[in-house]
């Protein structure tokens, strides 16, 4: 199907383009943001470009497609890349990234202390936010390299698309926010006055707080946030600078999503925040797009001859309505009942089953069983065809200048560089 009045999102002109040096494949959670991003790598790999893709995959799909044992913050080369360019891929490790920030933005003592600190340890293993905050310094991290032609970027499954533009700033604002200001004040203050301070200014706070949350768990923050205060204000500005390498020319947002509601409400918001954000979006990737190849019969007719099938008799077959039968279709004897050879075969085809539609038979029981049945897989594909459809148009109307691509659904699951393949294949014929 296809979806009228809408541009069509042109891959390989993007890829191609040396002007472009960030891809960033955002969406909800679920929608093959991770198969399309290994994709993408891979095609641009194999038309000359030497690429790197960053996954945030916690299921390790891309490391078994691409044949590495495993992946890890260190960006590894895929073997088996056709052609002359170069494909590296790495998976983000969350606490090993926080970690290398750590050790290089603090003098070897301050940073042991702050590593070995239990609050550290659990913020760094999954705070929210985060995941996507570190996502964004590993990205930044890769750009200032100059290594890499293209960086692909899969965005964490998180709750929402949005968190991956969220992160740094909740992040920031947790950082420069009053509790840390409140609980940094005595170690600037220093000396008696600072220890006035922590007694008399805080005493309420840190009593409540302690009752909350244990006073041990207290006392670490307060040493973390002493140890980390010289580091406070680079966390922001790293956080800004990536936010700008994401609004530059040289970065394209590829929203991907299925053909679902919740998942094109999802996309559609994130077209709007990226509009708002002034972020570049090269357009709409719609994945695992139904089809048929008997569009022609409908469901409702469909299941009326299915009907009719398991009710033994055949029905809108008036004189001069025979249609066309199916090549194997055969000829009676004389005062034979007539049926078609081809659909005992489960392997039948759509073709096969519009053929029996229009054609006068009179089926035995054990083929009228079987065709019935394809008739109602046909109209149960053809149910989600429509509504497919319709969420497409739906989302089309709020956002005719998005470009979109159609990748048709596989039968299986990607495994392989040759799975990878044909998805780029699919995503650069898939112009809607």
């Known amino acids: 199907m296809t979806l009228e009045g809408v541009p069509g999102l042109e891959v390989d002109p993007l890829l191609d383009d040396p002007a472009t040096r960030i891809v960033v494949c955002c969406g909800a959670g679920g929608v093959g943001k991770t198969t399309t991003a290994a994709a993408l790598g891979v095609r641009a790999a194999e038309r000359g470009r030497k690429v790197v893709v960053l996954t945030i995959d916690p299921a390790r799909r891309l490391a078994q497609s691409m044949g590495i044992d495993q992946l890890d913050n260190v960006p590894r080369r895929v073997d088996g890349i056709e052609g002359d360019g170069e494909l590296h891929a790495m998976m983000l490790d969350m606490k090993r990234t926080f970690d290398e920030i750590v050790e290089a933005h603090a003098d070897p003592e301050r940073a042991r202390a702050i590593l070995g600190n239990p609050f550290y340890q659990s913020l760094s293993a999954g705070f929210a936010g985060t995941q996507e905050y570190m996502a964004m310094e590993k990205l930044g991290q890769l750009r200032s390299r100059e290594e890499w032609d293209l960086i692909v970027v899969d965005t964490p499954p998180s709750r929402s698309a949005l968190d991956f533009l969220d992160a740094p700033k909740r992040l920031g604002s947790f950082l420069d926010g009053t509790f840390i200001k409140l609980l940094m004040a005595p170690a600037k203050v220093g000396g008696r006055a600072g220890m006035k301070f922590l007694n008399v200014g805080m005493s309420m706070m840190t009593g409540t707080l302690g009752k909350l949350l244990g006073g041990q768990l207290l006392r670490d923050v307060q040493t973390f946030v002493a140890a980390m205060d010289t580091m406070f204000g680079g966390f922001r500005t790293r956080a800004d600078a990536t936010y700008r390498l994401l609004q530059a020319p040289g970065t394209a947002f590829l929203v991907v999503a299925a053909p679902e509601r919740d998942a094109l409400r999802e996309a559609a918001y994130f077209v709007e925040r990226l509009a708002a954000e002034r972020m ?71 073709t096969d089953v519009t053929s029996v539609v229009n054609t006068d038979v009179t089926a035995p029981p054990a083929v009228a069983e079987l065709t019935a049945g394809l008739l109602r897989l046909h109209a149960e594909r053809m149910q989600v065809l429509a509504r497919e459809k319709r969420t497409r148009d739906r989302f089309a109307a709020l956002h005719p200048e998005v470009a979109v691509a159609e990748v048709p659904a596989l039968p299986g699951d990607v495994h392989d560089l040759a799975g990878l393949r044909a998805i780029g294949d699919r995503l650069a014929a898939g112009r809607h």
């Open 280 to 350: 570049p979006l090269a357009g709409l990737v719609l994945n695992r797009v139904h089809g048929s190849g008997a569009a022609a019969l409908s469901a409702e007719r469909a299941l009326a001859a299915a009907e009719n099938l398991e009710e033994g008799r055949i029905v809108d077959q008036g004189p001069g309505k025979t249609g066309v039968r199916g090549p194997e279709a055969t000829s009676p004897e004389p005062g034979a009942p007539r049926t078609t050879a081809a659909l005992p075969d489960a392997a039948a085809t759509t």
